[in-house]
C-alpha cells in the first residue's frame, strides 16, 4: 500500500513537474506568471485525443502530435497575446493580465467549438500493472513518472550544455544585455515557449490519459503554481523537486487522511513555503558581490 | 574613413529631451571620448548607438551604413557596448560570460583565439573561468566586461565609464588595455565622466553638458584646458 501510493504520488507529482517546469521556464525568463500555461496543457491534451480518436494513432505518435501542437500554441500565444507588451515594455503586470485572458479566451473558445462534454483518451496501457518490490503499480504511473525525469533532465542538459541554453540563462540575468550579445531576443523567447509549450504538450496527454480532458482541465495548473514555488521559481531541478513533493503529499494525504483535506495540505505548503522560504528548495541564487 | 559617424541626434524620454541634436565622428583606429557631467546625456548616446534607446531624430551610419535599429544586427555590424556597471550575466560563470560574448560566432577555432587574445590582455581571467563572475571582484568584472565585448570582433567598441568605481591602480591598467586594444585595430568610443585620463588617451574629444556638444578638440589639449579642468575635471 505504501509503495503504491508512493509511486502514484510520484506519477502526479512528474506529471506536476512537467506543468511547473514549462511555468518557471517562462517565468524565468520574462518575469510573469503565464497563466495561460494551463489553456495550453488542455489545448495539447484535446489535440492529442483528436489524434489518438480520430486518426487512431498510437501514443508515441499522439505524444509527438501534442507536443508540437501545444509548442506551437504556445508560441502563438506569445506572438498574439505577449510580444507588442514586450515590444512596448510593459510592466509584467501587464503581461500577467494579458495571460489570464488567454486563458478564459482560449477555454471559452473550446466550450464554443467542441463543447463541454469530458472525454476519454483510448486504453494505451489497459490496466497493466508492474510488479515493484512486490507491490503491484500501474504501468501508466510509473511510464508518467520515468517519462517526465527523462524529459527534464534532457531540458536542464538543453539549458546547460548549449548555446541556446546558455543565452536562455543569460537572458534570466539581464535581458537587454542578451540582446547586446547578439541574441535575437524575439527568437529566443520563441524558443523558451517553444519548450514550455513542449512539456505542456507532455503533460497534457498524461492529464488526459489519466483523468480525462475537459475545457478547464488547464486549472490543474494551479498546482504547477505551488510546484513552482516550492521547487524554487526559476529553477528547473526545482520544479522537478517541488513537483514530486507536492505530488507525494497530496497523495498521501488522499491515502491516509482524507482525500477532502488534499487541496488544503497543498495550498497550505505553499502559504508556508511563501512566508518561510520564498525562495523555494533550490531557487536562482542571485546573490552577487558587492 | 568615419568608423561612426552621428549627425544630429535626438533623443527623448517622454518630454526629457535628453540628447540636443549632437554630431559627432569617430575615425576607423581612433580613441574618441566624450565627457561631461552626470545627467549630460552620454550614457543615453551609447544606449542609442547600441540600438537599445530609440532615438526621436538623427541619423547614424556605421561605416556609411545605416546603424539598424535592433541590438542583435547593430552586434553582427562590428559594434559592441561596455556598459555603465559592466552588467555581466552574474549567474554565469567567466567562460560562458565569455562564450555569450561570441554568440553570433560559428568559427569554433577562432572563438578560441578570441578568448586567448583576452586572457592575453587580462590574464588573471584564465584563474577564474569557472568562477561564476557575480562573485569576482569590480576590476575582474571590468576586465570580464571589456573581454565579453571583444569576444565579438568588434570593428567599434563603446565603453561607458569603464574606470568607474575602480582603484587607481586598475584603471591605469584599463586605460592601458584600451591603448592596446585600440592599436589592434578596434575604434575606440567612450564615455566617462571623470575624464582627465580618458583625454589623455583619447584621440579627440568631445565635452557634453545637458545633451549639448559644447566644446571639441584633440583628446590631450581638452585634458589641458584650465577652463575645461576647472568645470569638468576637477580643477
Known amino acids: 500500500m505504501f509503495l503504491q501510493t508512493l509511486i502514484t504520488g510520484l506519477s502526479i507529482g512528474g506529471i506536476y513537474a512537467l506543468m511547473a517546469v514549462g511555468y518557471s521556464l517562462v517565468f524565468s525568463v520574462l518575469n510573469f506568471s503565464n497563466f495561460a500555461h494551463g489553456a495550453v496543457i488542455m489545448l495539447g491534451a484535446y489535440v492529442g485525443l483528436a489524434l489518438a480518436t480520430k486518426l487512431n494513432f498510437g501514443f508515441g505518435l499522439v505524444l509527438a502530435g501534442s507536443v508540437a501542437g501545444a509548442g506551437i500554441i504556445a508560441v502563438l500565444n506569445e506572438k498574439l497575446a505577449y510580444s507588442s507588451l514586450r515590444r512596448r515594455k510593459a510592466p509584467s503586470l501587464y503581461l500577467m493580465i494579458s495571460a489570464m485572458g488567454c486563458a478564459v479566451f482560449l477555454e471559452n473558445l473550446v466550450y464554443a467549438t467542441i463543447g463541454s462534454r469530458f472525454y476519454a483518451f483510448p486504453e494505451f496501457f489497459g490496466r497493466q500493472v508492474v510488479t515493484i518490490f512486490g507491490s503491484s503499480v500501474s504501468l501508466l504511473d510509473v511510464g508518467a513518472f520515468i517519462f517526465a525525469l527523462i524529459a527534464i533532465l534532457g531540458l536542464h542538459l538543453f539549458i546547460n550544455r548549449t548555446r541556446t541554453g546558455t543565452a536562455i540563462r543569460a537572458g534570466v540575468c539581464d535581458m537587454t544585455m542578451c540582446s547586446l550579445m547578439g541574441v535575437d531576443l524575439n527568437r529566443l523567447i520563441a524558443i523558451v515557449f517553444l519548450l514550455a509549450g513542449a512539456f505542456a504538450g507532455v503533460a497534457g496527454v498524461f492529464l488526459g490519459i489519466k483523468y480525462l480532458v475537459y475545457p478547464t482541465m488547464g486549472w490543474v495548473t494551479n498546482k504547477a503554481y505551488i510546484a513552482a514555488v516550492i521547487g524554487g521559481l526559476g529553477s528547473l531541478p526545482g520544479a522537478l523537486a517541488g513537483g514530486l513533493i507536492l505530488g507525494v503529499v497530496e497523495t498521501f494525504v488522499s491515502t491516509y487522511i482524507s482525500s477532502v483535506l488534499r487541496d488544503v495540505f497543498s495550498f497550505t505548503l505553499l502559504i508556508a513555503f511563501l512566508v518561510w522560504r520564498p525562495n523555494g528548495l533550490m531557487g536562482i541564487d542571485s546573490e552577487e558581490k558587492v | ?235
Open chain 2, 1 to 235: 574613413m568615419n568608423a561612426l559617424l552621428v549627425e544630429d541626434l535626438n533623443v527623448h524620454y517622454g518630454t526629457i529631451h535628453a540628447v540636443q541634436g549632437v554630431s559627432f565622428s569617430v575615425n576607423e583606429g581612433e580613441i574618441v571620448s566624450i565627457v561631461g557631467s552626470n545627467g549630460a546625456g552620454k550614457s543615453t548616446i551609447m544606449w542609442t548607438l547600441a540600438g537599445v534607446v530609440p532615438p526621436s531624430g538623427g541619423r547614424v551610419l556605421i561605416k556609411g551604413n545605416p546603424l539598424p535599429s535592433k541590438p542583435h544586427e547593430i552586434v553582427a555590424r562590428g559594434l559592441a557596448l561596455v556598459p555603465e556597471r559592466r552588467r555581466l550575466f552574474s549567474a554565469l560563470t567567466v567562460r560562458e560570460n565569455l562564450i555569450m560574448g561570441a554568440y553570433r560566432r560559428r568559427d569554433e577555432e577562432s572563438v578560441k583565439a578570441e578568448m586567448e587574445r583576452c586572457f592575453q590582455l587580462f590574464p588573471i581571467l584564465r584563474e577564474r573561468l569557472g568562477q561564476r563572475s557575480g562573485t569576482l571582484s569590480g576590476g575582474e568584472q571590468q576586465m570580464l566586461a571589456i573581454s565579453r565585448a571583444i569576444m565579438s570582433d568588434p570593428k567599434i567598441l563603446l565603453l561607458d565609464e569603464p574606470t568607474l568605481g575602480l582603484a587607481p591602480l586598475i584603471v591605469e591598467a584599463v586605460m592601458n588595455t584600451i591603448i592596446r586594444i585600440r592599436d589592434e585595430g578596434v575604434t575606440v568610443l567612450m564615455v566617462e565622466q571623470n575624464a582627465t585620463q580618458a583625454l589623455e588617451i583619447s584621440d579627440r574629444g568631445y565635452i557634453l553638458e545637458a545633451g549639448l556638444f559644447v566644446k571639441t578638440g584633440p583628446g590631450p589639449e581638452l585634458a589641458m584646458d584650465p577652463e575645461i579642468r576647472r568645470a569638468y575635471l576637477g580643477g
